[in-house]
């Protein structure tokens, strides 16, 4: 008998074999761990064992699971609790373990988090993202969990599934981005929702007139403005030149692109001067304070507004067409939710906790924690919904295609280390689009490969 | 007698004596091989390698000078960063260095509440990233920010690339004179006060006992200062990457390699060349700063 | 000549009454200047992080009113301050103690002793502080993975994600500079120090400990300072050594006051004064190490 190799193989060792009624290869495999297991100690050696290879979601699980969260800020934190207790309460003899580390730290230590000892359920980002990670094998396959899955559609389905065709992520709640705007300032200017490129600029022209920022712009954290770049992507050339450009298959030399860079502008001038210097909540607060007309960003901007009139007082409407064969069906809509690592210690339980996550009742709990993004699934109450959750709700189904945003739908790379500076660029110098161009193309290459 | 030739003898180590003062330096010299130098040839290894961080290490694939080439050519920080670099050292150099020296010499004097102006200027110091850039961002913002309140322009302060550099080196001057009033005001009290006294007694005014005597009693704290300088000037990093991450004008060596192997980006390889190339910009300080010090000996 | 019998007085008495010999009062008044103006920015930060968000996001932060205090009592909660101080602790004050004690060492040796090796072991220790930590994360995140330690020393069985694996590379870290800044001064003391020693007999160790360390005290107090600072106020190793939410130092926790999306700002600033705390009362323990000054003279006669 060797010397236990691990505190909770200690424990392990303490349960009579009788009750153990496994083999020792799958104990050890259930018993390798960190102190997770130490609060369910002969209970995780015993459940560890029958439940590791089967996956079986049906069937009464046990023990502990450990979830990553990045949720650190009271009230989402308090939000995952909540429904983490509910789970708990739903399934009696599980225990869950969250493990929150603060939301920049989890992500950009993504990597290491997931090739070092990570929890059995994470929080993440559907996107190439998601995907890269099925790739390289550092996420669990859940294709079984998506069977039992209802309510999902199949946007989001396609969202959650690798290059494999294989399902690795549950989506929990999303959020779209669009043209915001604040009706009391609409109905007092007497303005009118632009539907074309044309509206757009007529309406920016007379918001200047009245001396507001016909659109606020804050890029100086660099990604708000990509948003943009993806709105005007999808109106010129449409969902999937988009997509396959941002998978790497286009040329950013294409005078397609270029068409996108000289749209944008065009539209400059609308947009509030000195945006590199301005945080995009400082370019929120200028809506707020009336002194902007409209802002293209995501829902989360309500968390900007006080809660009450002045939430209620936000409004969306879907950026412009530009291109009438193409229409305005794309919306950028990033998904959260949840992954299941590669080597779960507690699958069974882990897989049973997605499909619970899946479910409107988790999902309504999360949205306690942040009323400005919607539950993913389709048949979530939503009767409790604010105005504008209920119009994003609607805004979202109603798509033919949703995007994720440029830095989840690219290599992270790419997205931060050149086309942030490259879009920051622009904005300083609209003028050199075919240098730009060049420039993105050459690094693209670098990164990509071709 | 102990003391045959004055120096030779204080010099003899008995055995134990030898043992203790191998330890002494074995041991951090163990601990920095490990966890700096190792690692460090990682780096320069990996510097020829496209590797993203995850995976076995096997599955590394070399790329050869590829990483240095595209740095040079098409990688549009660089050379900026270079560039500010450099801009940085001349500014710590001639301006807040000296400041700092300033400071150290005057705080030295002991006046009554001595150690008020002391903590005044060293709190910059020791304040976590978080409220500086909080600090600054209250004035410098362009909307909100003091400055443009008071002065009722718009610059753009931080958003600008012509300007946003000049004003980051005000904020790094801020916390680089207390740090350099530190370690200076050490020295300072290193110095036999009896040196001062004879001074004083031939007549000596405070500037003339400060420069022809103090000065250069002081020079390995005089070293000290300057290679501090241009580590820092190096490695400047915190308040521009506080500010937007070290981009649109702020773009600095250490910013570079941060942006590229810290967070999602993970250009492991890519980023190890830049950091090679810091390396090798440092060795040639340590090369000059040697070669000073070998004078001396 | 009395402007000269007064200038005469030893240093460190502070300057009594005495006639007004027209500038006396310049320095005070310089100095009294400067540390306003390099107070002002932290004044700002810290007046504005006694004031809600709601209020300033509305009348921008020049204007005065919506003070509170709740951001404070809000950070320390919502920040967990009290599990993070806890670990910043266990990690600041073993690499603070093992840093400076190690780097007195090296430094001794090589200012005391003129051995051939002297100068290639300074520029080694000068050249691993030149390097950006940044760069070594990941070869260092990869080799801690790799290490297997025994559960007493860390529980998740090696190097990564343990208190002594951020606390060894913190102490690498800060080795180079310690030692390198703490060989010059140690050359500045002067051999006859160490020649009344030897002739009474001393050995190597009882040298270290009894001369050369006590007239090295301002300049390890300074540098006890500034080690407590950097690694106290550390980050990026921290957040790629450590794995748990729970571990993590309290430089972290200004990042749990920050939202996904939206950020109090406020509350970030009354967060960072809490966090500048420790600091603070470390500089004010040690200032009077500053203050006082050598005893050099015990070699006088």
Partial sequence: MTRPSNEAEYLARMVPPSVRGVDRRTLLRGAFGVGALLGAGGLAACSSGSTSSTGDGDGAVTGTVTVGSNQSDPVPKAAVQSYMDAFQKANAGTTVKINTVDHNSFQENINNYLQGSPDDVFTWFAGYRMQFFAEKGLVGDISDVWKNITGMSDALKKASTGADGKQYFVPITNYPWAVFYRKSVFKEKGYQVPKTLDELNTLGAQMKKDGLDPIAFGDKDGWPAMGTFDQINLRVNGYDFHVSLMAGKEDWTDPKVKKVFDTWAGILPLHQADSLGRTWQEAAQSLQQKKSGMYVLGSFLAQQFTKGAEQDDLDFFGFPEIDSTIGTDAVEAPIDGYMMSAKPKNEGAAKKLLQYISQPEAQLLALKADPSVIATNSTADTSGYTALQKKSAEFVKSAKSITQFMDRDTRPDFASTVMIPAIQSFIKNPKDIDGLCTSIQAQKKSIFGS | ?297 | ?301
Avoid at chain 2, 78 to 97: D, E, R
Wanted: net charge positive; proline share 5%; aromatic share 12%.
């Fill in chain 2, 1 to 297: 007698m102990a003391s045959k030739r004055k120096y030779k003898g204080i010099d003899q180590l008995s055995t134990r004596d030898k043992v203790v003062v191998g330890l002494m330096v074995i041991v951090p010299t163990l601990i920095v091989v490990w966890l700096v130098w190792l690692p460090a040839i990682s780096t320069v290894l990996l510097s020829f390698t496209n590797w993203d961080g995850i995976g076995p290490l096997s599955g590394i694939k070399p790329v050869g000078l590829q990483n240095y080439r595209d740095i040079a050519t098409i990688y549009p920080p660089f050379w900026p960063a270079i560039q500010h670099n450099l801009i940085w050292l001349a500014a710590l150099f001639l301006v807040a260095t000296p400041l700092g020296m300033l400071f150290a010499v005057l705080v030295d004097r002991g006046v009554a509440g001595t150690r008020f102006y002391q903590t005044s200027i060293y709190l910059p110091v020791v304040l976590s990233l978080a409220l500086i850039g909080f600090i600054w961002q209250l004035i410098y913002s362009r909307d909100q920010g003091l400055l443009n309140a008071i002065t009722g322009g718009t610059t753009d302060w931080y958003g600008d690339p012509n300007v946003n550099l000049w004003a980051v080196l005000v904020a790094a001057s801020w916390r680089h004179a207390g740090y350099i009033m530190l370690l200076y005001l050490a020295g300072l009290k290193g110095v036999d006060p009896s040196l001062r006294e004879a001074a004083k007694i031939d007549g000596a005014s405070e500037t003339t006992t400060f420069f022809r005597v103090v000065f250069p009693v002081m020079r390995p704290i005089n070293i000290i200062v300057v290679v501090v300088t241009f580590i820092e000037s190096l490695r400047a990093f915190d308040i521009v990457w506080v500010i937007n991450k070290g981009r649109n004008g702020l773009e600095l060596i250490s910013a570079l390699v941060t942006q590229n192997v810290v967070g999602e980006a993970s250009r492991i390889g890519f980023g190890s060349a830049l950091a090679t190339i810091m390396l090798l910009i440092s060795s040639v300080l340590v090369v000059i700063y040697l070669r000073i010090a070998m004078k001396e000996d």
């Fill in chain 3, 1 to 301: 000549m009395t402007d000269l019998a007064v200038k005469t007085r030893p240093q460190r008495a502070p300057r009594e009454g005495g006639p007004s010999s027209g500038r006396r009062w310049l320095l005070p008044v310089m100095l009294t200047l400067i540390s306003l103006i390099w107070l002002f920015p932290l004044l700002l930060a810290l007046v504005n992080s006694f004031r809600d968000y709601a209020y300033t996001a509305k009348n921008g932060y020049i204007s005065w009113g919506g003070f509170t205090l709740d951001n404070y009592t809000n950070a320390w909660a919502a920040g967990d301050f009290g599990l993070h101080f806890m670990n910043s602790v266990i990690i600041t004050v073993p690499a603070v103690i093992l840093t400076l004690f190690l780097s007195c060492c090296v430094a001794f040796v090589v200012a005391r002793f003129s051995f051939k090796f002297n100068l290639a072991l300074l520029g080694f220790f000068l050249a691993a502080n030149l390097l950006p930590p940044q760069a070594l994360l990941i070869p260092v995140y990869r080799m801690f993975r790799a290490i297997e330690v025994p559960l007493w020393v860390s529980d998740s069985g090696t190097l990564l994600n343990s208190f002594v694996g951020l606390i060894l590379v913190n102490m690498a870290f800060q080795i180079g500079f310690c030692a390198f800044v703490l060989s010059n001064y140690m050359k500045a003391l002067p051999r006859e120090l160490y020649e009344s020693a030897v002739i009474d007999g001393a050995s190597v160790t009882r040298q270290f400990f009894q001369i050369t360390l006590p007239l090295c005290r301002p300049a390890i107090a300074a540098l006890a300072v500034l080690q407590v600072t950097w690694i106290y106020n550390e980050f990026f190793w921290a957040t790629v050594l450590l794995q748990q939410g729970d571990k993590f130092p309290v430089t972290s926790s200004i990042n749990n006051l920050r939202g996904q999306f939206f950020t109090d700002n406020n509350l970030v600033a009354a967060g960072s004064v809490i966090i500048a705390v420790p600091t603070l009362v470390i500089f004010f323990v040690l200032q009077r190490h500053f203050v006082a000054g050598l005893t050099l003279g015990a070699t006088k006669g």
